[in-house]
């Protein structure tokens, strides 16, 4: 993917900034993660999430708040979807339009890392997709309104056999009019050094997703978050996320930093 990376300056006051863009691309492993294209014997079914909090990172530390655009349909109050499918092949439940980058302003400098949330902000996850502006209007990322969005929606196939998860907050107390708050976020929190902007490229991996699934016992299996299940603790380990209480334990194993596509 080509970057672009220009610097321009606004109001004096304010100082120079410059334009970002963040790509994304879908992994298992090494290879390349399609619809339509097995890696090796495994193609992709699912991968759409939404991000919040996007940082670039300093060599001194500092975390650096990227302005994302408001670009809809995919970007807007400070919330983006990214999606990695494109509605063929083995991607039944999805649609043709992709958004592979995050697209936003900072101000200049050199960065050496970023940093960005999964999920959305706990204030926006009760919205009501049919009212609420893009990226929340997408009611197939959206549970109910108590429970409210998933934040990460992922799966792969292996010819009958597959693992799909979804992510949401769980918990969650109040009433669909009134929510008040979820015990558990289930909000991963990824922190990378080594990504350079306008050079590095970061991809999803859903190879530790389904580490601890048997791909070809004929029998698929599955996560939808919920604190019963026992078999999402090692997906949501992969996350970086601790099962039992949704907290952040780590930068997620499925994210990382490479310089191709």
Not at 15 to 40: H, K, M, S
Not at 197 to 211: H, K, M, N, Q
Not at 227 to 234: I, L
Request: proline fraction near 8%; hydrophobic fraction near 40%.
């Amino acid at each position: 993917m080509c970057v672009l990376f220009p610097v321009f300056v606004l109001a004096a006051c304010s100082g120079p900034v410059q334009t970002v863009e963040i790509p994304f691309v879908a992994r298992y492993g090494d290879r390349p993660l399609r619809c339509d294209q097995a890696a090796g014997d495994i193609r992709l079914t699912e991968l759409r999430l939404f991000v919040h909090d996007v940082r670039l990172l300093t060599s001194d530390g500092d975390a650096v708040p990227v302005e994302l655009a408001d670009r809809s349909p995919w970007q807007g109050g400070a919330v983006a979807l990214l999606d990695l499918e494109d509605g063929t092949g083995a991607c039944r439940n999805g649609t043709a339009a992709l958004n592979a980058s995050l697209q936003g302003t900072i101000p200049s400098g050199e960065y050496t890392g970023l940093a960005f949330r999964i999920g959305v902000p706990a204030s926006r996850n009760h919205a009501d997709p049919l009212q609420a502006p893009p990226p929340l209007d997408q009611s197939a990322m959206h549970w109910h309104w108590l429970t409210g969005y998933k934040f990460l929606r992922a799966g792969i196939a292996n010819g009958d056999d597959g693992f799909w998860i979804h992510l949401g907050s769980t918990l969650c107390d109040g009433t669909a009019s009134a929510p008040e708050g979820c015990a558990h976020a289930n909000l991963p929190r990824v922190v990378l050094q080594g990504f350079i902007p306008g050079a590095s490229v970061v991809a999803f991996d859903l190879e530790p997703l389904a580490a601890t699934v048997d791909l070809a016992d004929g029998t698929p299996s599955d996560c939808s978050s919920g604190p019963a299940e026992s078999g999402c603790a090692a997906p949501f380990r992969a996350l970086g996320l601790e099962f039992a209480s949704g907290e952040t334990i780590g930068t997620p194993s499925v994210v990382r930093v490479t310089n191709s596509e």
